[in-house]
């Protein structure tokens, strides 16, 4: 299979953009320590993204996550169009926002109530100081490995450099995420392991009269992907409605990828506050805060300025509309699977030891281990340089993957033709490294 071409513009700009801002990139994600330079991206249309040197490239980034639809889905586009011309922002309340927030609660089941932000990082936000205020508990168990958002009190243990610096496996270490961060915001924290129900358990019965809040992502998304054990989810909802503990589930990820309901609907397991982003608006900014009546009525009131701007509700309500259509879910779970299991055919027929498999539209490639993680102290049994020589094989053959991780995203947009082909350069690639 032929290579893309020169990517010299992309060195160039970085080299450009070193000068100008840190790092050279907007967001750390967009750069990992093991690449020279990152790809610019010119122009991006359905499953496809193209650089600034004009190399097309299959993509399974999905903008990390919000490109459900592909990238400019017609649909969305064109009601984002329309709504620029009325305008972009009112400091008010829109029709079009009713429109939406009818639709919302229709689909999410642990919605009684809404409000919105603009990022996930924001309403994990709200989310915590909803459980405060309902419950009159301070405490929050988060989990070693799942990502809520860059807060200080929200970047607290999403990763380690090894398994020792987490601290015994019964009471881990709290490990903060940056410099510059304040460790009394930590202070209310309570970091246990995913997926070990019993050790939650324990700890409720030692602290429940402090604990206002249990959340965590219903897929672990912020490494190679830890799906839930079978029960861990409906335990957790078990355990929080005994102990008068708010169960906040994080489905930035997981919302309108997994089903139009998200991790709740797909897993039947209903929390008592869901935060949704990324995917709801189709690659606009939009987030919101979803719970039951008595806890939105807490006396919380979400402030900012961009919050439902017309533009992004357009975007949101254009989205809804292309992902009730029949089939949509279907035809990305069907793709996920036809990738998934012709990845481990490749490695099985070659003996190389690696596990890829996905639920949904989320998908994975992990090197070094031929099972599901149970947690996030499991994925320091992946081999992340064996993916970072993967990956990077794969890009020079016109299919992008995650920087710095094995996990990515199908999308309506896909086709069998997408995945045909990436399975070809799958196979030139563990070929060429293996």
Request: aromatic fraction near 10%.
């Amino acid at each position: 299979m032929s290579k893309i071409g020169s990517t010299a513009k992309s060195k160039e700009l970085f080299e450009k953009a070193k000068k100008m801002f840190v790092g050279g990139v907007a967001s750390s994600l967009h750069k990992t320590e093991y690449d020279e330079y990152p790809i610019y991206i010119e122009s991006a249309k359905g499953s496809k993204v193209y650089d600034v040197d004009g190399n097309e490239y299959i993509d399974y980034l999905g903008g990390f996550g919000p490109m459900v639809l592909g990238y400019t889905p017609p649909a969305v586009e064109q009601a984002v169009i329309e709504q620029v011309t009325k305008g972009a922002l009112y400091a008010a309340p829109t029709e079009s926002l009713n429109e939406v927030s009818e639709k919302l609660l229709e689909l999410i089941p642990c919605a009684d109530l809404i409000t919105y932000q603009n990022t996930g990082t924001e309403a994990n936000m709200i989310g915590f100081r909803m459980a405060r205020a309902y419950t009159g508990k301070n405490k929050v168990i988060r989990f070693e490995g799942n990502y809520h958002g860059w807060s200080d009190e929200e970047l607290v243990s999403i990763a380690s450099e090894s398994v020792k610096l987490m601290g015994p496996r019964n009471r881990p270490w709290k490990i903060m995420g940056s410099v510059g961060q304040l460790e009394k915001a930590a202070e209310e924290i309570i970091v246990l392991p995913w997926n070990d129900l019993e050790l939650v358990e324990k700890t409720i019965e030692r602290q429940k009269h402090e604990i206002a809040a249990i959340i965590l992502e219903p897929i672990m998304c912020n490494c190679e992907v830890v799906f839930p054990k079978p029960g861990y989810l409906a335990g957790l909802r078990e355990l929080t409605a005994q102990n008068e503990i708010v169960l906040i589930f994080d489905e930035v990820i997981t919302g309108f990828r997994l089903s139009l309901g998200g991790a709740q609907e797909y897993y039947k397991v209903t929390p008592d506050i869901g935060i949704f982003g990324k995917a709801m608006a189709g690659g606009y900014p939009l987030a919101c805060i979803a719970a039951k009546k008595e806890i939105m009525e807490s006396g919380v009131r979400p402030r900012g300025t961009f919050n439902a701007n017309p533009i992004s509700i357009a975007a949101c309500k254009a989205a809804i509309k292309e992902l009730e259509k029949p089939g949509i879910y279907d035809h990305m779970e069907r793709l996920t699977k036809k990738l998934t299991n012709g990845m481990n055919e490749l490695a099985k027929k070659r003996k190389i030891t690696l596990f890829s498999d996905g639920e949904g539209s989320i998908w994975q490639i992990a090197f070094g281990i031929s099972e599901r993680m149970n947690d996030y102290r499991d994925n320091f049994k992946v081999d992340k340089l064996a993916y970072q020589t993967f990956k990077k094989g794969c890009l020079k053959r016109g299919v992008r993957l995650h920087p710095s991780r094995g996990r990515f995203y199908t999308s309506t947009a896909h086709t069998d033709a997408d995945i045909e082909k990436t399975l070809e350069v799958f196979e030139e690639t563990l070929d060429e490294t293996f």
